[in-house]
Nanobody, 121 residues
Framework: QVQLVESGGGLVQPGRSLRLSCAASGSIFGIVAMGWYRQAPGKERELVAAITSGGSTNYADSVKVRFTILRDDPKNTVYLQMNSLNPEDTAVYYC???????????????WGQGTLVTVSS
């Protein structure tokens, strides 16, 4: 079994920064990719940023110059550095991981429980 534990959400004023963390643990043989999605009230879940094991990154156009996804391979952890936040960034942010599970050597997609980010003055 593989678990994702997220942290770092909260209330922040417009223009400020916030960093989210997501640590993967459990029966992991290898990580294909990890990323962050978000879901605002009344909207569909959307990809925010993702990073592969090879270091390739992908960002939503709306965050491309403001957000950075980083990884710490020994810790199986990814971070989302969010700068210049605005109210449109308010959402529940979910961590996602595409991993090879150790016992079955099968590929598994795992979701975190979500962390709320609220941008408001």
């Amino acid at each position: 079994q593989v678990q994702l534990v997220e942290s770092g959400g909260g209330l922040v004023q417009p223009g400020r920064s916030l960093r989210l963390s997501c640590a993967a643990s459990g029966s992991i043989f290898g990580i294909v990719a990890m990323g962050w999605y978000r879901q605002a009230p009344g909207k569909e879940r959307e990809l925010v940023a993702a990073i592969t094991s090879g270091g390739s990154t992908n960002y939503a156009d709306s965050v491309k110059v403001r957000f950075t996804i980083l990884r710490d391979d020994p810790k199986n952890t990814v971070y989302l550095q969010m700068n210049s936040l605005n109210p449109e960034d308010t959402a529940v942010y979910y961590c996602n991981a595409d991993v090879w599970e150790r016992r079955s050597l099968g590929r598994l997609e795992v979701w975190g429980q979500g962390t709320l980010v609220t941008v408001s003055s």
